[in-house]
């Protein structure tokens, strides 16, 4: 079976939904997965923890930003 190669095509069939969820996304030092993460993301500057942001940890100090989810369909 094969796969659509064409970009332009594939980028025009795209529906994209935004889920109403938001998540906190902050510089960590420990590279471990605690409970209530979402994702443990290592980069070239360092490691970023995502927590789901139902409690407002996006306003605390800690917290660099909050970010939408979406998936593309």
Excluded: C, K
Excluded at 33 to 42: D, E, K, P, T, W
Aim: aromatic letters at 6%.
């Amino acid at each position: 079976m094969a796969g659509e190669r064409d970009l332009s095509r594939l980028l025009r069939g795209l529906r994209p939904r935004l889920y109403p969820d938001r998540y906190a996304f902050a510089a960590v030092v420990e590279p471990s997965l605690g409970a209530g993460q979402f994702a443990l993301v290592r980069e070239g500057e360092g490691l970023t923890s995502i927590h789901p942001d139902s409690q407002g940890n996006g306003r605390g100090s800690a917290w660099r930003s909050i970010r939408a989810s979406m998936r593309l369909a």
